[in-house]
């Protein structure tokens, strides 16, 4: 077999049993490339590899990717984006707050007016702060989950995962309160089992959203 041939003006070497292409880069013109031509340079290498190595071999491919960054008109879209992620922290503010200000007022009124509560008041607090951050992810506010924890869940699918793990914070929180009212009334036993299950089921949904829609708990 011969060491070297060409077929369709490329130029193939030998190596072992087959023939490999002998590509050579030609020189990349110096652009600066901005958010969206990383973006589409990421999806190129994982789903176009042949328009990204026609483009690297061509000496094209920073001058294409600065063509991306510039073909979005006025940042309009990245405008759009860096404020809805404002109003994802100012609400994510507004429910933490408003969570805080409940438990707050639960433990004065508990200490207050109600003696069998008084015991119990962290539970109470704690339970209130899941629901409230539940009902607030049940709502498609994907802002009080950490980033690591959702980082791979797509655009798509991110209303559908809120939904799962809202839904499973609400339970757990639920159950919470509940066995907290339970065990005020004297019944230790019981409130350990209404707290353990519904954790159980909470984390059962938290955790199904997490694998299916995430791929993973990072």
């Known amino acids: 077999m011969e060491k070297y041939i060409t077929k369709n003006g490329i130029k193939y070497e030998l190596r072992g049993e087959q023939y490999y292409p002998m590509l050579e880069i030609s020189e990349q013109t110096n652009y600066e490339i901005g958010k969206y031509g990383h973006l589409h340079l990421d999806f190129i290498k994982k789903h176009r590899r042949g328009t990204y190595t026609t483009l690297l071999t061509e000496g094209c491919l ?3 990717l600065h063509n991306i960054d510039e073909l979005i008109p006025n940042k309009s879209n990245e405008e759009i984006l860096v404020s809805k992620n404002k109003t ?3 609400q994510k503010k507004v429910i933490i707050g408003f969570a805080a200000g409940c ?3 639960l433990f004065i009124l508990g200490f ?3 003696e069998p509560l008084r015991e119990s008041l962290v539970q109470l607090g704690l339970g209130v702060i899941c629901v409230l951050l539940g009902i607030f992810n049940m709502c ?3 802002g009080s989950i ?3 924890n959702r980082r791979k869940v797509t655009k798509e699918n991110q209303k559908v995962y809120c939904m799962f793990v809202g839904l499973g914070t609400l ?3 639920a159950a919470i309160i509940v ?3 339970i065990q005020a009334l004297g019944n230790i036993t019981a409130s350990g089992w209404v707290i353990g299950i519904g954790v159980l089921i909470g984390l059962v949904f938290i955790l199904y959203a997490q694998f299916k829609y995430n791929r993973g708990l990072f």
């Open 103 to 105: 438990a707050i007022g």
């Open 88 to 90: 994802i922290d100012q």
């Open 62 to 64: 920073n001058e294409h």
């Open 146 to 148: 950490h980033w690591y």
């Open 112 to 114: 207050i007016f109600i």
């Open 171 to 173: 339970i757990v929180g």
């Open 179 to 181: 066995g907290a009212v």
């Open 140 to 142: 498609g506010n994907i």
